[in-house]
């Protein structure tokens, strides 16, 4: 079968006589390797298949490749049998059930990838200058993999051809995986704007990242900007300021905006982090190159841990452990799509890093106003509460962060619902003890404020 090279044109029109067509073929194949002929029932549906993909074509039914950030220039160089390695690259994506046929024609690829000698098969490229063509257009300078769309892994004569994530996006409009990423836990945690209590400066900060993940797409595309890593921002602030709950805040708003469902990823960082040499920028990358295309944001907590400042050589491990940082800031920066750093300790991460943040946001320890609104905000609406209960005072007099207001809050709710009275400081005052004994030393009465006479009753 010769392939004609003429350039493709470009206009909307659905895929689905390309899965259809690949059904086919494989059809075709699965026959051809048993022996066995088929009707001329098939003959004539395969000719109906191959004139509706030509007329698809011609229509633009690939016009979705715009969707990928891919020039028009770039796009108008693609010849037909681009669109045929394409549409093989997509199937086992596109239409699942013709994954395990693919996996079953290569037994000894172990994937459902179609490989070079399979691809060779379905076209039914028999002549050498037909697979030197096709050789050709997924070699390292072809439009398909040098725009990023298309690559081939493995090794001569057993490679297979995956296609990017952007371009699983762009033609199917979903996203490549739906499993969270290796050494990434699915986070459910949501919130709004109004729930989170910071200065002003930080809410605007965080909202600007928001519109950063949600128009970067919007710039390139339609802008024809250069495309850009992240956004990647940290979030600094001591221990229960709102780091954590502050991404939850983006990833609501983000679906909100896009009105597309967006994940929120927490990085476990003892599934990625490794003693032996290699191991955590393998695992690193491999989160990274799952999270390419899908519509999420990546937060790593603790991320000082992670980024470390890199130090002077004295062994071979300081000259790994400074390897291993400065992969992690390339890592980083070739990475498009949202990843929130948290850190307690920012003059612990490497300088290198932060200039490579698009956004620095400080989490302040909140002030006796911004308490005073948790409190509001955090104990149970519906919970009945004594009208001795002073928000004002309460905020005023203990210095809590947000996050241990949350547990002194949710802790009094059990103490009033066991006892069966309404929230009052009495529970509030145990509460509140319990929290600032944690650190095991001797509470001062100063500390607890007005909530210090009440100490003795509750606790009668």
Same mark, same amino acid.
């Given at each position: 079968m010769t392939i004609a090279a003429h350039s493709i044109e470009l206009g909307p029109a659905p895929l689905d006589a390309e899965w259809r067509r690949m059904g086919h073929l494989l059809a075709l194949a699965e026959a051809s390797r048993a022996g066995r002929a088929l009707d001329e029932t098939f003959s004539k549906q395969f000719e109906t298949v191959n004139s509706a993909v030509d007329a698809a074509r011609k229509a633009g039914a690939w016009s979705c490749?715009?969707?990928?950030?891919?020039?028009?220039?770039?796009?108008?160089?693609?010849?037909?049998?681009?669109?045929?390695i394409l549409a093989a690259a997509l199937a086992p994506v596109a239409q699942p059930a013709q994954a395990p046929r693919i996996h079953s024609l290569q037994p000894h690829i172990?994937?459902?990838?179609?490989? @070079?000698?399979?691809?060779?098969?379905? *076209? *039914?490229?028999?002549?050498? +200058?037909?697979? !030197?063509? *096709? !050789?050709?257009?997924?070699? !390292?300078?072809? /439009?398909?993999?040098?725009?990023?769309?298309?690559?081939?892994?493995?090794?001569? /004569?057993?490679?297979?051809?995956?296609?990017?994530?952007?371009?699983?996006?762009?033609?199917?409009? $979903?996203? +490549?995986?739906?499993? /969270?990423?290796?050494? !990434?836990?699915?986070?459910?945690?949501?919130?709004?704007?109004?729930?989170?209590?910071?200065?002003?400066?930080a809410i605007a900060q965080l909202k600007d990242f928001t519109a950063w993940a949600a128009r970067s797409q919007e710039i390139s595309d339609d802008w024809g900007g250069k495309p850009v890593h992240g956004p990647l921002a940290l979030f600094s602030g001591a221990s229960g300021t709102g780091k954590t709950f502050a991404a939850g805040c983006i990833a609501a708003a983000l679906q909100t905006r896009t009105d597309e469902p967006w994940a929120l990823y927490t990085l476990d960082l003892g599934r990625v982090m490794s003693?032996?040499?290699?191991?955590?920028?393998?695992?690193?990358?491999?989160?990274?190159?799952?999270?390419?295309?899908?519509?999420?944001?990546?937060?790593?907590?603790?991320?000082?841990? @992670?980024?470390?400042?890199?130090?002077?050589?004295?062994?071979?491990?300081?000259?790994?452990?400074?390897?291993?940082?400065?992969?992690?800031?390339?890592?980083?920066?070739?990475?498009?799509?949202?990843?929130?750093?948290t850190t307690n300790?920012?003059?612990?991460?490497?300088?290198?890093?932060?200039?490579?943040?698009?956004?620095?946001?400080?989490?302040?320890?909140?002030?006796?106003?911004? $308490?005073?609104?948790?409190?509001?905000?955090?104990?149970?609406?519906?919970? /009945?509460?004594?009208?001795?209960?002073?928000?004002?005072?309460?905020?005023?007099?203990?210095?809590?962060?947000?996050?241990?207001?949350?547990?002194?809050?949710?802790y009094a709710a059990v103490l009033a619902a066991e006892a069966e009275t309404p929230i009052g400081p009495p529970q509030i005052a145990r509460a509140v003890k319990a929290e600032l004994s944690k650190d095991g030393r001797q509470i001062r009465k100063s500390e607890l404020g007005h909530l210090a006479d009440f100490l003795a009753e509750a606790q009668s």
């Open positions: 490749l715009m969707r990928t950030g891919v020039s028009q220039e770039a796009l108008q160089d693609l010849l037909r049998i681009d669109l045929d172990g994937n459902a990838w179609v490989s @070079l000698p399979l691809l060779q098969e379905l *076209m *039914m490229l028999e002549s050498g +200058a037909d697979i !030197a063509l *096709m !050789a050709a257009r997924i070699s !390292a300078g072809a /439009p398909l993999v040098a725009t990023g769309l298309l690559r081939a892994e493995g090794n001569t /004569p057993y490679q297979v051809l995956r296609p990017s994530a952007r371009l699983i996006s762009a033609c199917l409009g $979903r996203d +490549a995986e739906l499993a /969270p990423p290796p050494g !990434a836990i699915l986070s459910t945690q949501r919130g709004a704007w109004e729930e989170l209590i910071l200065p002003d400066t003693k032996y040499v290699g191991e955590t920028e393998a695992n690193l990358n491999a989160l990274l190159e799952s999270l390419d295309g899908r519509r999420a944001v990546l937060q790593i907590d603790e991320a000082d841990g @992670l980024l470390g400042k890199r130090g002077d050589v004295s062994d071979a491990r300081d000259r790994y452990a400074n390897l291993e940082v400065s992969h992690l800031l390339s890592r980083f920066e070739r990475h498009i799509g949202p990843v929130i750093l300790l920012r003059a612990n991460v490497d300088s290198a890093f932060l200039r490579r943040f698009q956004l620095i946001v400080d989490f302040p320890a909140p002030d006796a106003k911004a $308490r005073e609104k948790l409190w509001g905000l955090l104990l149970p609406p519906k919970a /009945p509460r004594a009208k001795g209960l002073d928000l004002r005072q309460l905020g005023a007099d203990v210095r809590l962060s947000g996050g241990a207001i949350q547990n002194a809050a949710h």
